[in-house]
């Protein structure tokens, strides 16, 4: 029977809203949709979610101890205070979280017991499609978890914070590449890692990258642990940090911008394409 | 035809080599109820996964609306409703929201969503409930919302896995009746089950299914016709020793279609009890007859026939 037979009956297409690309874009928008409302249902658990990290890190690190006599072992650095190194750190770090969060979570639980992951597959769209929306509205959680720590950062240390953008363009370039590749991050943990191990990933992935991602230093700093200085340019992180810092810090010493571009988008990619590919596992048998 | 599924096979290669479905021809027709009967591990669940775009085939082809569903699948999944074994509504939204967001998957605007959610809870009788959330639900009413969610999009096609797995028989019958509502709205369905009431009640037409092959396929009246116009007795015997003259006897009378010797007894197939049973209850005494059962002519008998077992075993 052709395809036109079939609209003939008169219940296939009535309500399909659209034919060709439309209805691709429909749908994308109509699960980006389904995230919204179930976000704006939990609002203020993903503001704490995403703000307590930085709140409480500025709080300890750039408050309390800057007034404590000799205890501030961090702010040995010198040249700049600590507030200013650890803001765009901080906005790397929330972004990976809230990327995660958004992303690896939901998505282990979906591909767990409840298989519901098995309800949005069935949406008239190509499986890469339902993936790549998941990293989409995950990189919107992450550039609000992103912004916010621009408030504290202003309002919390003991000294102020001097941040200044040069280039607005830049900032919106690597928040929106870090926000993505946190996502993408986010996919390849969701759709690789066993549900039940969701926790211990945070202890020995998540963790440990945020540590050593140039957060609490600028990269330029290691130069004095060669091998340190050379092993962590293997952690997305990283990038995230020294572009964020070129952007909103620029004072600070950072990497080229350039490099750091190019190193977000190749993170961005191999993590996108490695948790695509976890994903049409679990969901196309 | 509105489903074609031509030559389909799923090998799946792991250290075990299972061939799941192997050389499966149906074709459907517009509007029919179709079943597909068979045991537990059949390959009923896969032939509705690859189907339905969720599991790639190993060789073969299957058509929707003309649609080759593994060239096309998102434009084929336009044609398709699943409500899947198990319960996978989106457990953050209300019952309302999984209706509403459904059809915003599919296209639908707003209003249009809005209006068609309304329409199916009224439909399904679930208004009291739309604020509830899927947790909150009985098997029975979260089966009953996956109906509606699977139509909401007005396939051409609705498949239906096992849709009475678990539920009490009193959700079992609202469910029969949500399916055979669907009759009027002209969609194609096709269900697995395991359920031979339930084939036999809701189906035009039906697939007895085993080791991933067709075995019988017509309506449930012609399969009785064909194969099924027997009863089947299973006797359960305390000892087998001396058994086979009384088997080569039962064999031997006109009305026994087969007598055979099973693990723990005997089993006959004949076209009529009358007579027969005394003789056979009186020969099996001296074996230790310690149970008879008789199941009369049905999709049940046909089934025994052509697999040699109980769909419940």
Known sequence: MSKTGNRDHGLGNRDAGGHGPAIFFKAFFGLFLRDFRVLTREFLPFLLRVGMQPLLFLFVFTFILPRMASGNPLAAGGKVDFGTILLPGLMAVAIMFSGIAAVALPLSAEFGITREIDDRVMCPLPLWAVALEKVCFSAMQSIVAALLVIPMAYYIPAIPVRAHVDNWFLLALVLVLASLLAGSLGLVIGSTVNPKQIGLVFSIIVVPITFLGCVYYPWAWLSKIRWLQYGVLFNPIVYMSEGLRAAVTPNVEHMPSWAILVALVFFTAALGRWGLRGFLGRVLS | ?313
């Open chain 2, 1 to 313: 035809m509105i489903v074609e599924i031509e030559a389909l096979t799923k090998i799946y290669e792991s250290k075990l080599r299972v061939v799941a479905v192997n050389g499966i021809d149906l074709e459907l027709k517009q509007g029919e109820i179709f079943g597909l009967l068979g045991p537990n591990g059949a390959g009923k669940t896969t032939t509705i996964s690859i189907a339905t775009t969720r599991a790639l085939p190993t060789s073969g082809r299957v058509r929707i609306a003309g649609i080759d569903v593994v060239k096309h699948p998102a434009h084929a999944r336009r044609h398709i409703g699943v409500v899947p074994q198990f319960n996978t509504l989106d457990r953050s939204l209300t019952v309302y929201e999984n209706l509403y967001f459904h059809c915003r998957y599919f296209g639908f605007s707003h209003a249009h969503a809005k209006s068609r959610a309304l329409e199916l809870l009224h439909q399904f009788m679930l208004t009291e409930r739309k604020d509830v959330y899927p947790a909150q639900l009985s098997g029975g009413l979260a089966q009953r919302v996956q109906i509606a969610r699977a139509i909401a999009h007005r396939p051409t096609v609705l498949f239906l896995d096992e849709p009475s797995a678990g539920l009490d028989p009193q959700s079992r019958m609202a469910m029969w009746s949500a399916v055979e509502g669907l009759r009027k709205e002209g969609i194609t369905v096709l269900l697995t089950t395991h359920y031979m009431e339930e084939a036999d009640s809701l189906s035009d037409r039906l697939a007895i299914i085993d080791y991933g092959k067709v075995l019988a396929l017509g309506s449930p009246e012609e399969l009785k016709q064909t194969f099924g116009a027997h009863t089947v007795f299973d006797l359960k015997l305390r000892t087998h020793e001396g058994l086979e003259p009384v088997v080569a006897a039962l064999k031997a009378r006109p009305d026994v279609t087969s007598a055979e010797a099973t693990a723990d007894g005997l089993r006959v197939i004949a076209a009529s009890s009358d007579g027969l049973l005394p003789d056979m209850v009186q020969a099996a005494a001296r074996f230790g007859l310690r149970d008879l059962k008789i199941v009369e002519p049905s999709l049940e008998t046909v089934f025994i026939q052509l697999t040699g077992r109980d769909l419940r075993e």
